[in-house]
């Protein structure tokens, strides 16, 4: 079975911390991704990466910036965090970009920024 | 871009059928997923549709029609345990050949006794 793991699932931090999310999987997937969902608005991509090094802009990157370091690892880092930018945070990996690939999700963490 | 359009919450009764639906605007259209997601957990996949067609998979079946942009999930037999978000999800090859699917805003189903 795939397994997403997420270092965790609850999450307090105040306003202009700096906030590392991290994501493993342990698949050899290429693909990962970091979602953010918000009741009323669904999932909502921040950003993904292809490959190690590699990443790209998601729908909502502002605010945010990432890091893959190594294949199984891709940590989304909050810069100087804010209260708009409490939610839940879902990494997601994928093998690679096939037709049928699907997104094999984490638990997720619960955000939140007083 | 798309357009993902799908209710924002259904009941059902426990045994019973429900359908839910979901809209789509893309260009290039390149597969539809449906995933579950239960309060608090990740969403995990159901299906997934690339030709018009019904996919049956035990008491879930999935179908689409590329021509109306539309596609249903179909849950026989309903528990109590089918209570959940069910997400639409629509890839296209918009996105550079990185055919990430957008997803629709999910339809929370409640089932009830």
């Known amino acids: 079975d795939v397994k997403v793991t997420q270092s965790s699932r609850y999450l307090v931090k105040r306003t202009g911390e700096k906030v590392f999310l991290e994501c493993v999987q342990d698949?050899?997937?290429?693909?990962m991704f970091w979602y953010r969902q918000d009741p009323g608005l669904g999932l909502r991509l921040i950003y993904f990466s292809y490959d190690v090094k590699m990443k790209e802009k998601g729908d909502i990157p502002e605010g945010y910036s990432v890091s893959r370091e190594k294949k199984e690892r891709f940590s989304l880092i909050l810069e100087s965090a804010s209260t708009n930018q409490t939610s839940m945070y879902l990494c997601?990996?994928?093998?690679?970009?096939?037709?049928?690939?699907?997104?094999?999700f984490g638990p997720g963490t619960r955000l939140l920024v007083l | 871009g798309q357009n993902i359009d799908q209710p924002t919450e259904m009941t059902a009764t426990e045994g019973a059928i429900v359908q839910i639906n979901c809209t789509y605007q893309?260009?290039?259209?390149?597969?539809l997923f449906w995933y579950q997601q239960h309060a608090g957990e990740a969403p995990t996949f159901l299906s997934y549709?690339?030709?018009?067609g019904l996919e049956e998979k035990g008491r879930f079946s999935s179908f689409l029609s590329r021509s109306k942009g539309y596609s249903y999930l179909l849950l026989k037999e309903l528990q109590m345990k089918d209570s959940a978000s069910y997400l639409c999800a629509v890839r296209d090859d918009a996105s550079g050949g990185s055919y990430i699917p957008t997803f629709g805003r999910g339809t929370s189903l409640i089932v009830h006794p």
């Open positions: 549709n690339v030709l018009d």
């Open positions: 893309t260009s290039g259209f390149n597969g």
């Open positions: 997601a990996s994928r093998p690679g970009t096939g037709a049928q690939e699907t997104q094999y």
């Open positions: 698949m050899d997937h290429e693909n």
